[in-house]
């Protein structure tokens, strides 16, 4: 008999994650976790069979866009795959949206959507992109108090009746920049006699989901003044009721790196009509909302991501046998698996922590403090755990030797994803300069000093102490240094703001780790996130580097 290799396959996804289930062991109260935990099998069942075996076989279809029909008309059509148009049904019937404004169990039902999404995202090829820019449409739209488009949109962008479901554009970055977009070109002309309604000319360059209903987009309203301010935010729908593209002509697809399922677009916009979301100026403070949201679901699907190329490269280690041995007896195969669990798992917490805070906010439920850490660990949170995504991903594919180069294994397609993480949301760069933003002002480090003293400070068993001074130190280092950089001029500031943000990143990410490791051995005798927190605290976790002043 030849010698036949068992492929890896990822199982029941909820059932399978000690990470998922001992955190919501630990934050929902016994009655919620009962009432929530049908959905998550369910969809942990569908991520790790049907909808894993339909996203294998499914592996090389990708969006097309047909330009013209047979007679010469412009169409500009675009066709999903059959991957996506299931996902976008099952997204819809399992609440992957709906579930965070339903609320049935207040602002813990962001941390039900947010596990939601974590299950769905890896069997479904970036799917969570329209599903984030949805959510967040939401929210925006929501927030904005604008109750004609709120009546208009949201009951279809919560809905969990497929038929009646709409998905979001969130349309932002331009030839000009996608980080400076106050440079955006867009110029929206009101109609005579409506001082909501415009009409939108100009080019957007990075349309996501280009196949949504609606979308949110920044534009220029004729007179304003240059930059961010002068832009406002606007409500448009890409379609009329016969089906055509609302003055809206499709220039191409982009041909990616990864995230090849989504149907990132270049668009004209020559006139398309769209209403005014809020007030005809500050649009980039107005579309905030929708960011914090879409920046949430990064989060969620880097560490989701890095969840499942750890569940497969677990299972294949005991399936894969080397000089003698399968690989799950190997201790140094066991000892890199186990730095890539330690990543993946100190990244849940930040995430998932963030989720706990947007919940709150959501429900106004939130306190000042609280606020302001929000403020400042949705983009910490964003940048860190978008650059753990595409390490650990990278070496993934090494665990599995050849095969994790080779494509259709389906593990290629992990790494070229996760790589889009840290760009899309705002780059590791603009996120690191915005936490510093969100220092100013407020007292968000004191917050964060806090929350991190209530991680570690009741640390009783003696082999996480020394976890917990790896959190003091980085935390003292991290604010010396910025004190010692504003000293210093805002060059030395800027220079430096990456590896602050990263380093402060990691610190609240042990301190949370460590929190949950503690829980797990009193309550669980688990001691497998206590030698996760061990291992992390072992990894760079201060990243800071004293000499900017050279
Ligand atoms: C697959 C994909 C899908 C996308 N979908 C959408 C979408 O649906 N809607 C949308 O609006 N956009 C979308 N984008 C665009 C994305 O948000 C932008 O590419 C991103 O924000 C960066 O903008 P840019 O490409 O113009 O790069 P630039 O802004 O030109 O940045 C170039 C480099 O300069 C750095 N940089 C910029 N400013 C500074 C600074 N002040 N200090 C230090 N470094 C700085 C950045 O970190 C980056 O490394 C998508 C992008 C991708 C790859």
Redesign the pocket.
Known sequence: MQFQQAPPAPGNQYEDDRVLRAYLSRVLPKDVLRDVEESLTELGRLSGAELYEFQLADRLNEPTLTQWDAWGNRIDKVELTPLWRLAERIAAEHGVVATAYEQRHGSLSRVHQCALAYLFTPSTDIYS?PLA?TDGAARTLLDSGNQKLIDRAVPHLITRNPNEFWTA?????ELT????VGLSETVAKQDPGDSTSFRLYGR??????VSSQIALTLARPEGNPPGGRGLALFYLETRDEHGRLNNIEINRL?D?L??RK?P?AELNLNGTPAELVKESTDGVRNIAPLLNITRLWNGISAVALMRRGLALAEDYAQKRTAFGAPLSEKPLHLDTLAGLQAEAEAAFHLAFYVAELTGRSETGEISDEDAQLLRLLTPVMKLTTGKQAVSVASEVLESFGGAGYVEDTGLPVLLRDAQ?MP????????LA?DTLRALRGGDSLKQLQLLITSCVENVSAPNLADAARVVRSSFDHATTWLAEAERAGQHAV?AGARRFSLTLGRTVELALLIRQAQWSKEKESDDRSTASARRFAHSAIDLIWTGFQD
Do not use: H, P, R
């Open positions: 992109c820019m554009g969130q349309w932002m970055t920049g996608g980080s400076d957007k360059w990075f349309t996501s989901a982009k990616k990864g995230t989504v990132t889009v760009i899309w949301e705002g780059t590791t760069n603009v300069l800027e």
